[in-house]
């Protein structure tokens, strides 16, 4: 147990619709990460919160944005979906920066249909 | 920019077979390497890194030497276990990147008793 907590695990909903992907990042971390994990393209960060703010971006589309609460809790939110947003989204959070060791939850596995 | 080439899995091995998976990566500068494992169903661990160039970084009986002269970290074990099947990524941290990981696409490994 890595002790970030991903809700919900599984998730099926339509094209165009919107969904919301929580994080509870490990007691402590500062910094949460979001990643992409589909057959095609691997894995792909799309983006990262340190302590509330935004710190870096990736490949995240326009459609897609998150946030980070005071609590340390994410959000990532995904909109007009597409069938293609089908995937393994991870969260991820770390203790500090630069150590590159990155705490991963299990996933939510979002299917569009 | 940054990237992570690994072999194409799978790769299938009797138990008690040397395993090496190759990874080769291209950064400016001098990133620090890992390699994450995945086992089914759960998110990525981090097996074992290696912050600059010569060191060794090794854990659960796998090993991998940050070689800059050949800009690869192989990932090795002398014997595998059933208990090691999995998909293992090869991933970089650039210096300027605080934690922010590109990761390769990811080797199965099937062990085979």
């Known amino acids: 147990d890595s002790g970030v907590t991903q809700t919900p695990k599984h998730l099926i909903t339509a094209t165009g619709q919107r969904v919301t992907l929580r994080c509870s990042p490990r007691?402590?971390?500062?910094?949460v990460y979001w990643y992409q994990q589909s057959l095609d393209q691997g894995l792909q960060f799309l983006i990262q919160y340190y302590n509330g703010e935004e710190r870096a971006k990736g490949n995240i589309l326009e459609r897609f944005s998150a946030q980070q609460f005071p609590d340390l809790h994410s959000e990532l939110n995904l909109s007009s979906l597409e069938l293609g947003d089908s995937a393994l989204y991870f969260c991820?959070?770390?203790?500090?920066?630069?150590?590159?060791?990155?705490?991963f939850g299990e996933g939510s596995r979002l299917t569009v249909l | 920019g940054d990237s992570v080439t690994q072999m194409e899995g799978p790769v299938t091995l009797s138990e008690e077979a040397f395993l090496t998976i190759n990874c080769t990566y291209t950064a400016t500068g001098y990133p620090s390497l890992f390699w994450y494992v995945q086992y089914p169903g759960e998110g990525l661990q981090l097996l074992l890194k290696a912050t600059k160039a010569d060191d060794k970084g090794s854990n659960k009986g796998f090993e991998a030497t940050y070689r800059k002269e050949t800009t690869s970290f192989h990932l090795e074990k002398g014997s595998v276990q059933v208990s090691d099947s999995a998909v293992y990524f090869c991933?970089?941290?650039?210096?300027?990147?605080?934690?922010?990981?590109?990761f390769g696409g990811g080797t199965r490994l099937m062990v085979k008793p």
């Open positions: 007691s402590g971390d500062l910094s």
């Open positions: 991820a959070s770390s203790p500090r920066q630069g150590t590159g060791e990155l705490f």
């Open positions: 991933a970089l941290s650039a210096n300027n990147a605080g934690n922010m990981l590109t």
